[in-house]
């Protein structure tokens, strides 16, 4: 019933941009924390990013000042602006809820950026 779907992943030359985005359906979307993660391979799955239900939003230190979440409820869409785009943020980045006593999440979308 809970279903996170994202997409906007591609190959950005460093220094690039991109915009993904996570529509949700099957919740009341704008009562949730939602949440960005990624993982490289062969690395732990780490938080990117998080919007909160008033708008508060926290990153990843690796990430701030270079990527922004934002929130559109009526649309049940959850963004992540990319900017200045480095190899080390080539990953699969995934959105994530935590909802009626479980986590939530997307299928991921695949960005790389070559070195």
């Known amino acids: 019933q809970v279903r996170l779907v994202e997409s906007g992943g591609g190959l950005v030359q460093p220094g690039g941009s991109l915009r993904l985005s996570c529509t949700a359906s099957?919740?009341?979307?704008?009562?949730?924390?939602m949440n960005w993660h990624r993982q490289a391979t062969g690395k732990q799955r780490e938080l990117v990013a998080s919007?909160?239900?008033?708008?508060?939003?926290n990153y990843a230190d690796s990430v701030k000042g270079r990527f922004t979440i934002s929130r559109n409820n009526a649309w049940n869409r959850v963004s992540l602006q990319m900017n200045s785009l480095k190899p080390e943020d080539t990953a699969t980045y995934y959105c994530?809820?935590?909802?009626?006593?479980?986590?939530?999440w997307g299928q991921g979308t695949q960005v790389t950026v070559p070195p």
């Open positions: 919007i909160t239900s008033d708008g508060s939003t």
């Open positions: 099957g919740i009341n979307f704008k009562l949730y924390t």
């Open positions: 994530k809820v935590h909802a009626r006593g479980s986590a939530f």
